[in-house]
Nanobody
Framework: QVRLVESGGGSVQAGGSVRLSCAAS????????MSWFRQAPGKERELVAA????????NYGDSVKGRFAISRGSAESTVLLQMHALRPEDTAVYYC??????????????????WGQGTQVTVSS
């Protein structure tokens, strides 16, 4: 069964940094676009960052540009999200996702069929 497993979430003070990791259960994800979305209580799920299958192209949500960085991990079938200068409004459940439809850094959640269980990130002021 195809699975995505996130790790690295937790609590941090404003201005701090956190790195999230997503590991895929199959190497087939090496040819898929990968992304991170987040959802805060009472809000819709939103794009955080997306990366193309080859790691060349990336896209970011407007609120995280310049603070977050997505990359393909050195380990097989992993994707990382490095978050800096965290703010209380970054508090959310962060989800890793993979797209079998496109290899580009797609920004629409509708293009991602595979999702992890989510990891909580809480930023305190």
């Amino acid at each position: 069964q195809v699975r995505l497993v996130e790790s690295g979430g937790g609590s941090v003070q404003a201005g701090g940094s956190v790195r999230l990791s997503c590991a895929a259960s199959e190497r087939i994800f090496d040819s898929y676009a990968m992304s991170w979305f987040r959802q805060a209580p009472g809000k819709e799920r939103e794009l955080v960052a997306a990366i193309s299958w080859d790691g060349v192209n990336t896209n970011y949500g407007d609120s995280v540009k310049g603070r977050f960085a997505i990359s393909r991990g050195s380990a097989e079938s992993t994707v990382l999200l490095q978050m800096h200068a965290l703010r209380p409004e970054d508090t959310a459940v962060y989800y890793c996702a993979a797209s079998a439809i496109t290899g580009t850094a797609a920004t629409s959640s509708k293009l991602y069929a595979y999702w992890g269980q989510g990891t909580q990130v809480t930023v305190s002021s």
